[in-house]
């Protein structure tokens, strides 16, 4: 890729002023106070935070003399050492001569706390996210979250401050009392190409969220326009439908796992007539096969069609580089990027003005750990509308506006917004009587005033059919004050701080479960196996693993995911795919791939995966890590089987 790298991307430097340069030093010299000089990293223009993209920032290129291809190659250089040493630093540091074949020989939560500071000492410097999370999201002391992808727009706190009950089912909120944690999605029949084109007035509420969010993503309103869809399943099939599908267009997408969201795109990309494709992953990193995706996207065609980009897998947490993007628009692609794994300030690395993508899809939730229901955004390139077409089928798939709740109702507040149809929503409450409370997303959450349950839900068709009137909007919009301090707590922690947090979590947790092995086994089987990258200074907050028994068989990941959730820790599982054996290992593919429950024809690896977000901490990795250890007791499954019959809850298969 250093070729395509040079190509695009070779240019001088940016003028600095005094100012930005002592404010940069500042930044700099703040986040990396606790490091050992030779461990501090080294900065480039050329490189954005994580190494990929051009990003303004302190470097040596100002020396006389020095040429332009000189420097990029210099800083180039800087960058490998700097990712070189983190990943030496961290693998020989962290538990160099310990294997622990036991749950109880791990160390203590206090003790893995301070080993974890003495080999990552700026982590001290991202006390300021632990506050936050201490006093507004206080929820999460109980409980931990793997589970969440995207950004989250409320704090539980504004929640609790915000929730109001009526005294009866039929009374109403004044609007004086309504808060955004309570707004509500409305569909509507429109095709994205109007939608873009027609630039109607949106009710307040969703305008100031719209603003928000543009503004912490870094997306230009004159650029852009964003169009809220019911989830980011809805916002992949309706750019599919609205998308200008000519003859011999193609649909290329870079996928290392199946997603829904992909599959609904791909369904309706063939039914339109598109020639569908997908990026290939080479075993074992599971890295994207160069030579086969250049010369997918550098094809000599003239219609070329839709590609598909994530910056990030959600399940492996590999980073792709941008140069991907750049190579597909010079060859007459039209650029989708799924920013929906990426964190709420990533944005910031994503230069806007150099690769700008036609279609951007964004996903929000309402609160982090405690309300996954929310809504997709998808952004539209205004000079890209050409590439949509108006479709009756697309008017119908779920545009939605954001209106205030006109009413207190439990809607949405256990369900994941970002993944239901619209066909599901009023069956999220049918739950047995008896239970005392109903899984969320995210694990457990409490069901108050059960007796009064069923009279809720009986309402809640009304409550979606009633009639909305632009008077009765404006007048609840008129005393609305417009909130978002998820929104704020992501920007005032910024990207350096995030990005350090997570990268120290994340990596001290793939060395720490690569440290659990099974005692006196003759075959010397390790716990866990870790799929994609390992410890990486670059790698993602995402980790997809699987956890084998002591005669190395797989157990099947939704079995972890149900024990952990009965321990407190909401984690999910994939199907990771597209696969490419190649070469020495060709004869892995047979022992590695699996048929997939309920299509024989479809080939992968099903896993475990983990997603951290920026409000993870560090103590939530050490209870996973201890629950993961917990397997190496070869009668574990059983005894919670036990356990549970014990204490009189119904059985549940597992």
């Known amino acids: 890729m250093l070729p395509l790298f040079e190509k695009y991307f070779k240019r001088r430097p940016p003028k600095e ?5 002592e404010e940069t030093e500042n930044n700099i010299n703040r ?12 900065y480039s223009y050329y490189n954005c935070f994580h190494g990929c993209l051009a990003k303004p920032s302190l470097t040596q290129i100002q ?27 961290t693998t020989s540091s962290l538990y160099p001569s310990n294997q622990f074949t036991n749950h109880e020989s791990l160390p203590s939560m206090s003790d893995a ?3 974890f500071l003495s080999v990552f000492p700026q982590y001290n410097g991202t006390q300021t996210a632990d506050l936050i999370r201490q006093r507004q999201y206080c929820h999460l002391s109980a409980h931990a979250c793997f589970d969440y992808s995207g950004i989250g727009l409320f704090s539980q706190a504004q929640m609790d401050s915000d929730f109001v009950t009526p005294s009866t089912s039929t009374d109403t909120i004044p609007p004086s009392r309504i808060k955004p944690p309570f707004f509500e999605i409305a569909y509507k029949s429109a095709s994205l190409r109007s939608q873009v084109q027609s630039r109607i007035k949106d009710t307040t509420l969703e305008a100031e969220i719209r603003k928000r969010i543009m503004k912490l993503l870094s997306i230009s309103d004159d650029e852009y326009s964003m ?43 063939r039914k339109k007539g598109a020639d569908v494709a997908t990026a290939n992953f080479t075993w074992p990193g599971l890295r994207i096969n160069s030579t086969k995706l250049r010369k997918k996207l550098t094809q000599r065609k003239k219609k070329k069609g839709l590609f598909v980009f994530p910056l990030i897998s959600k399940m492996t947490g590999t980073r792709y580089p941008y140069l991907w993007m750049k190579l597909a628009q010079d060859h007459g692609w039209h650029i989708a990027l799924d920013a929906c794994a990426l964190g709420p300030k990533e944005m910031d690395t994503f230069g806007l003005s150099l690769i700008q993508p036609d279609f951007i899809i964004c996903n929000f939730f309402k609160v982090f750990g405690g309300n996954p229901s929310g809504f997709a955004g998808l952004f539209v390139k205004k000079s890209s509308c050409d590439a949509l077409e108006r479709s009756s089928i ?30 599901q929503f009023l069956n999220m409450r049918n739950e047995e009587e008896d239970m005392e409370t109903t899984s ?48 704020d707590h992501a920007n005032t922690l910024g990207l350096v701080l995030i990005s350090t947090r997570l990268r120290c979590i994340t990596n001290w947790l793939v060395v720490a479960l690569s440290k659990l092995r099974h005692p006196n086994s003759t075959t010397g089987y390790y716990l866990v196996r870790i799929y994609g990258p390992r410890v990486k200074f670059d790698r993602g907050p995402g980790l997809a693993f699987n956890v084998f028994d002591w005669k190395g068989e797989k157990i099947d990941p939704s079995l972890v995911q149900k024990l952990g959730d009965r321990s407190g820790i909401s984690l999910s599982c ?26 024989e024809n479809d080939v992968g690896i099903s896993v475990v995966n983990v997603s951290f977000g920026f409000l993870s901490s560090f103590e939530d990795a050490y209870k996973l890590w201890v629950f993961i250890a917990k397997f190496l007791d070869a009668d574990f499954v059983e005894k919670e089987k036990w356990r549970y019959m014990a204490l009189n809850q119904k059985m549940v298969e597992i």
């Open 17 to 21: 002023t005094s100012s930005s340069k």
């Open 31 to 42: 986040n990396t106070a606790d490091m050992p000089p030779e461990n501090k990293p080294k």
């Open 63 to 89: 020396q006389i003399g020095e040429t332009t291809t000189g420097t990029t190659a210099a800083a180039t250089t800087t960058t490998r050492t700097t990712r070189s040493n983190f990943s030496k630093t």
């Open 113 to 115: 706390f301070s080993i």
């Open 227 to 269: 169009v809220c869809t019911a989830n980011r399943t809805t916002a992949f099939r309706l750019l599919a439908e609205s998308y200008t599908f000519n003859p011999n267009n193609k649909l290329l997408t870079v996928y290392d796992y199946e997603s829904e969201a992909v599959t609904a795109m791909t369904e309706t990309s």
């Open 394 to 423: 697309a008017r119908s798939i779920g545009i939605v506006n954001i209106v205030p709740a006109r009413r207190f109702s439990y809607i949405g507040d256990d369900y994941s917004g970002t993944d239901l149809e619209p066909s």
């Open 440 to 487: 969320s997303f995210s694990g457990p959450i409490v069901t108050q005033n059960r007796e009064n349950m069923s009279q809720e839900i009986g309402d809640v068709s009304k409550i979606l059919e009633e009639e909305r009137t632009p008077e009765i909007d404006r007048e609840e919009e008129a005393a609305m004050e417009i909130e978002c301090h998820g929104l």
């Open 574 to 599: 994939g199907f990771l795919k597209n696969i490419l054996f190649e070469n020495v290992y060709e004869g892995d593919e047979k022992n590695v791939l699996e048929k997939k429950e309920g299509d």
